[in-house]
């Protein structure tokens, strides 16, 4: 029921906790460490030095309000799931020790996502930053969300959408790896600097604004489906096409010109 706990040294939770009041835990020096699970309609924030290791679910039997978890060693998930009814931060690389699934109103990476298991979220959007890639090519992270928001600096992240999903944000050399079964919106600008872009949609592909790449590429493809383009900006870029495979495209844009190969 405290609503802070500071130490120099490790804190170790080896029974199953309750929070009775929102709760911040801060190890300045080591590692925080749940051993069983933890509970409770409040928000729980974890800044350790070291590792923050969750060995048991998280919010398995009352879901937290929030959970805000800064580890510069890295954040350990154990249990089979972590339920929140508002957002998910984690700062730090994120391993997984077991099949993971994640259900907020946002989730928010800022760094690696290991693939040792399958992550699964269920969110309204998924947000994406720091350096590291975030799954892999034969183990995506599986999404349930509306939005993805991609700020990422470096690595690439590997998704695989459930339905249809809209993409924003401003990456800065990473790559964007999407596999859809629905709708693929590309908001923006969306500018990938060095790295790629993929999407394999189900559905149609639609791009509102500016998407380009400086050096990587920029691949598209919804089989039978529609690209519809919109906006006033530049799509591609005479060096920097995008690559497409669809069976119709839909030029709707006021101002700008667009770089196709087909």
Do not use: C
Not at 171 to 184: C, E, I, R, Y
């Amino acid at each position: 029921n405290s609503a802070a706990i500071i130490t120099t040294g490790a804190q170790d939770y080896n029974g199953a906790v309750t929070l009775g009041a929102d709760a911040a835990l801060t190890s300045a020096g080591d590692n925080i460490e749940f051993n069983s699970t933890v509970n409770g309609a409040h928000s729980l924030a974890v800044n350790a030095a070291g590792t923050a290791t969750f060995g048991g679910g998280v919010g398995n039997v009352t879901a937290l309000s929030s959970l805000d978890v800064a580890a510069a060693g890295g954040v350990m998930l154990n249990g089979s799931s972590v339920k929140t009814v508002g957002a998910q931060d984690y700062q730090g690389a994120v391993t997984l020790g077991a099949d993971e699934l994640l259900t907020g109103s946002q989730i928010s990476f800022g760094g690696a996502v290991d693939w040792a298991h399958t992550l699964t979220i269920l969110a309204s959007t998924l947000t994406l930053s720091g350096n590291g890639d975030v799954g892999a090519p034969a183990v995506p992270i599986h999404t349930t969300v509306a939005t993805v928001t991609d700020n990422k600096s470096s690595g690439t992240a590997y998704l695989s959408e459930t339905d249809g999903v809209s993409v924003n944000g401003t990456p800065t050399g990473s790559s964007l790896n999407l596999v859809a079964g629905g709708t693929v919106t590309l908001g923006g600008p969306l500018n990938f600097g060095a790295g790629n872009l993929t999407v394999n949609a189900g559905g149609d592909i639609a791009v509102d604004d500016a998407l380009s790449s400086a050096g990587g590429m920029l691949t598209a493809n919804s089989g039978a489906g529609t690209l519809t383009l919109s906006g006033g900006s530049d799509v591609g870029a005479p060096a920097a096409r995008i690559h497409v495979t669809v069976a119709t495209v839909t030029d709707n844009k006021n101002s700008g010109m667009v770089y196709l190969d087909e």
